[in-house]
């Protein structure tokens, strides 16, 4: 059987009486020691409780006891999950929150809102056994004369504290809500990777980065610590909580506590655990709560999720006085109607039991008449006042204005107080827990969520719409491009057939030939989506350099190969030295609006395209020009587009930085620094 324990605080006592439900301490000396003599247990009847398998020394002395560690690092989506790691009830947390901040619970130092609204939610927790301290003799179950059986419950409870840990504890929860949600992921895996205790694995599809994961975060990061036992655990080096600091003192935790250990968990005895309990005439028992832990952990998540909903519509009252939001109601789900009739039927059948409870508390008498017969019958407690059901949710969406609001803000404090007379009910009697008929106690948060308005923050819609007006206005404006790209293919097209017509009537005449090829591709370039922009004067000498490798652009001819190359090389203005290449000028000529050509003006030969390469074609010099487009790159520097196919670069090839580099024209969709060039006049040597 698992060990019953409890949340230690400074007022428990041996032989006390106690609540494992609800976790409230009941009467005093409850269970006494053995033996007849009616002692009161102290500290001095505890006794350390060893570990199967730890020996004793041989001259009868105990051996030291090693601590028993438990580290726990996980991702939690529910309020619950918390609250089961330390050892608190469903049920105490919310009769907690409902009374507000004037109790204090064990995880107390957890803030519920952050919790629910954070899209991570880490826990750390390190448990530090180092001793169990048990009262063997403790076994005397002591009850108090003229307490109504009704009354056991509350005067007694159900189990009594028999020992006590003593060792520490350590939690840690880290909630993060990011700006941005769908990152989530990617943060779960990295935080996983770096505080894992044990090897780095990460469970996930998340990538981990290299780089700390506090600088990573995009949002808002809140740590909650709390410790019990190991004195000062933070030396003078840790002055702020990080995911760095957290991982190390958690680490060092259990050395902290050898040193400084503290009573963290009271140990729980049942009573029907004890001999003398069967043996006392007495009337009642300890009722069994064994199977009220689950209901009471689901009352809590989702008393949580209204108390979320609660301040959430308070915010939204006052946003909507403000004028900062806009409400609009939601539409009723076809499945609304059905459940608003199950919850009718439900309520109808809480207020015919509560009726016949109040007809037959009013038949029984009440005289008090000494010449009586016969006594009075005895009406359990618990069943005295009866309390009328609280009527059901409406089920009817709320209205989006503030009268809606408050409507709404009304009926979830209602389903919040159902909620803690809930739990009051399961206290009284723990069979609510497994009764399957009781389904309509409050409304499910989801559904109520549903009924609520949606709430339209009046800045962040004027923005969206402005987004979405300027996109459709981008739309349409890529469209009419398009268009005209089109109408301009179109009538270039066209030119070009009656160009090939002429053409071909006209093979003789190689003069007008020339011309209507270079009138067609001067119609072609047209479509070039630079405009016309020229980065330096027309019919005027320049020079060419490459904003890579800061080498000139370069036409080679080679007598023994007969080829006219196209290439790069350093060169310098110094006739002397006689080992350098000096600069050669080159001319920009416009070929209709937007085109231009290239002439080397020493040969007189025009810049033009040859052979088709792998992703690339030759360049070479030639009668006939090949016409570019050129592209401003905001840095001194242009972009020399073949203006027919401006997906063709003047590009040095190969990425090569060395003299005599070729330059070709390239096709590849990734362009860079080999692809850009300074035309600037050739008398300009700052390039």
């Given amino acids: 059987m698992a060990l019953l324990l409890a949340p230690y605080n400074d007022a428990m006592r041996l032989g006390m009486g106690f609540n494992s439900f609800t976790q409230q301490l009941c009467v005093n000396d409850a269970v006494r020691l053995a033996s007849g003599k009616q002692e009161t247990a102290t500290d001095k009847s505890l006794r350390p409780q060893y ?21 726990t690092a996980k991702f939690v989506n529910k309020m619950s999950e918390v609250t089961d790691s330390l050892n608190i009830s469903g049920s105490l947390q919310v009769k907690v929150e409902a009374i507000g901040g004037g109790v204090k619970a064990n995880a107390s130092f957890l803030d519920s809102n952050k919790f629910k609204e954070s899209d991570i939610n880490y826990f750390i927790q390190v448990r530090v056994t180092n001793q169990k301290l048990t009262a063997p003799d403790l076994t005397d179950f002591t009850p108090i004369p003229n307490v109504p059986f009704s009354e056991f419950n509350r005067v007694y409870g159900d189990s009594f504290i028999s020992g006590f840990i003593e060792g520490g504890e350590f939690n840690a929860l880290i909630s993060i809500k990011l700006k941005d949600s769908s990152k989530a992921t990617q943060i779960k895996a990295q935080l996983e990777a770096e505080m894992r205790f044990g090897a780095v694995e990460v469970s996930g599809t998340g ?36 995911l ?47 199977n009220a832990g689950v209901y009471s952990s689901a009352l809590l998540d989702a008393y949580m ?118 739990v009051d009910a399961v206290a009284v009697d723990p069979k609510v827990a497994c009764d399957p008929s009781r389904t309509w106690q409050y409304l499910s948060p989801v559904v109520f969520r549903m009924l609520l308005p949606t709430v339209t923050n009046v800045h962040k819609q004027k923005e969206a719409e402005a987004a979405a007006a300027a996109a459709k206005a981008l739309e349409a404006a890529k469209d009419k491009d398009s268009q005209n790209v089109a109408n301009d293919l179109a009538t270039t097209k066209k030119k070009l057939d009656e160009l ?44 060419i350099r490459s904003l890579a490798s800061k080498k000139c652009f370069q036409y080679n001819y080679s007598d023994n190969k007969g080829t006219h190359a196209v290439q790069q090389w350093d060169i310098s203005d110094d006739p002397n030295q006689k080992a350098s290449i000096h600069p050669q000028s080159f001319e920009i000529r416009p070929v209709g609006p937007r085109a231009f050509s290239i002439r080397h003006i020493a040969s007189g030969l025009f810049l033009t395209t040859g052979n088709m390469v792998d992703n690339g074609v030759d360049f070479t010099f030639g009668a006939f020009p090949t016409f570019f487009a050129f592209q401003d790159m905001k840095n001194g520097a242009a972009m020399i587009h073949i203006a027919e196919m401006p997906e063709y670069t003047m590009n040095i090839w190969g990425a090569s930085m060395d003299n005599g580099a070729v330059v070709r024209g390239w096709n590849g969709a990734a362009k860079g620094p080999n692809d850009q060039w300074y035309l600037k006049d050739f008398a300009d040597h700052n390039i």
């Fill in 207 to 242: 990538a981990v980065d290299k780089d700390n994961t506090s600088s990573n975060i995009d949002g808002e990061t809140t740590i909650a610590v709390s410790w019990r036992g190991g004195g000062d655990i933070k030396d003078a080096t840790v002055t702020d909580w990080t």
């Fill in 51 to 71: 570990n199967p398998g730890l020996m004793t020394a041989p001259d009868g002395s105990t051996v030291d006891i090693s601590q028993d560690v438990t580290w």
């Fill in 305 to 422: 999720d209204y108390k979320v909903m609660w301040r959430d519509i308070q915010q939204a009252a006052w946003e909507v006085e403000n004028g900062q939001c806009t409400l609009t109601a939601k539409q009723a789900p076809p499945k609304l109607a059905e459940l608003k009739a199950q919850a009718k039927a439900y309520y109808d059948k809480q207020m015919s039991e509560y009726q016949q409870k109040q007809q037959t508390l009013q038949a029984v008498p009440t005289s008090t008449d000494p010449n009586a017969t016969q006594p009075a019958p005895v009406v359990p407690v618990q069943q005295a006042l009866p309390e009328s059901p609280i009527p059901p949710n409406n089920l009817v969406p709320y209205d989006g204005d503030q009268f809606g609001l408050d409507e709404a803000r009304r009926d979830c404090r209602f389903e919040m107080i159902k909620i803690v007379k809930e």
């Fill in 244 to 290: 760095e600091t957290l991982k190390s003192v958690a680490m060092e935790f259990p050395e902290h506590v050898m040193a400084c250990p503290m009573r963290t968990h009271a140990i729980l005895t049942k009573y029907t655990g004890l001999k003398s309990f069967y043996e006392q005439s007495i009337k009642g028992s300890p009722l069994d709560y064994e």
């Fill in 500 to 543: 090939q017509t002429q053409l071909n009537q006209s093979k003789g005449d190689n003069a007008k030939l020339q011309k209507e090829v270079a009138d067609a591709a001067a119609f072609k370039s047209q479509i070039s989506p630079y405009n016309g922009w020229c980065p330096a004067k027309v019919n005027t000498p320049i020079r």
